[in-house]
């Protein structure tokens, strides 16, 4: 039977590869059903039903390795998410072990990002230099006071106050943390672009922090975004120091 555009039908194509298969053993369709999607969807069909006639188990379909892989990225990137959500938003660990694991997860994603950026600007052409902090860290214990005691001191109690200001308008914790991150993230933009899109990120952890740790007191709050802040902080100078 040919369908409308003159190809046979699936159903007399699978006849046909039963016709042709019935006579092999069964070790020998073992050997085409592991061939997976090079071999055709009705030669499957086809073996199925040899099978089943013959009353022998049968193992499921071989994937597609470009499915399996995917399907393995879509599971990592799921697990991933819900670890980094479990973790941010749910208070269920010490204090310290919290802040030491949001060092790296507010500052890796951060550098990844700036760096990503500027790679993309540059293979675009674009000048970076004017869109990069007109500032230059310095490892003096000057900067090491302005940078890791009382800039994060100071912001994370503008960040407390804007979070408070914020509940009133946002009430998700995701969706509040999400949005303090792109206030912070354009605050410190205006002093280079390039820190807008690091910044947010790092400033989503920091939210998030103080949000979730609300939960048991207003100085635990205040703890778990200052402290993460301020190590993350100091990583950056130590590694500006150590590079000069």
């Known amino acids: 039977m040919l369908n409308m555009r003159g190809d046979a039908a699936p159903r007399d194509l699978t006849a046909g590869f039963k016709e042709q298969y019935s006579p092999c ?14 071999l055709a969807s009705e030669a499957h069909d086809a073996i199925e039903e040899i099978f089943r006639e013959r009353g022998e188990h049968l193992p499921p379909r071989p994937q597609a390795y470009e499915q399996v892989r995917d399907g393995a990225n879509t599971l ?17 660990r010490p204090l310290w072990r919290f802040c030491l694991v949001a060092v790296p997860l507010a500052l890796v994603p951060s550098l990844f990002i700036s760096g990503l950026l500027l790679l993309v600007l540059k293979l675009a052409g674009v000048e970076t230099l004017r869109l990069l902090p007109s ?9 090491l006071a302005k940078v890791v005691l009382i800039g994060p001191i100071l912001e994370t109690i503008v960040l407390a106050v804007g979070i408070w200001i914020l509940r009133w308008f946002v009430k998700r914790p995701t969706h509040l943390a999400g949005v303090s991150a792109v206030l912070w993230g354009i605050m410190h933009g205006l002093d280079g672009p390039i820190r807008a899109f690091g910044t947010g990120w790092s400033f989503f952890v920091f939210s998030a922090a103080y949000i979730s740790w609300r939960q048991q007191s207003r100085i635990r709050a205040y703890l778990a975004a200052l402290i993460p802040h301020s190590l993350a902080n100091l990583c950056v100078l130590l590694s500006f120091g150590l590079l000069e």
Request: glycine content about 4%; aromatic content about 20%.
């Open 135 to 143: 500032f230059s860290l310095q490892l003096t214990w000057t900067w």
């Open 76 to 92: 990592l990137f799921k697990r991933a998410r819900e670890w980094v959500g479990s973790f941010l938003f749910s208070p269920r």
């Open 25 to 38: 053993s069964s070790e020998y369709l073992l050997k085409r059903r592991a061939l997976g999607s090079e």
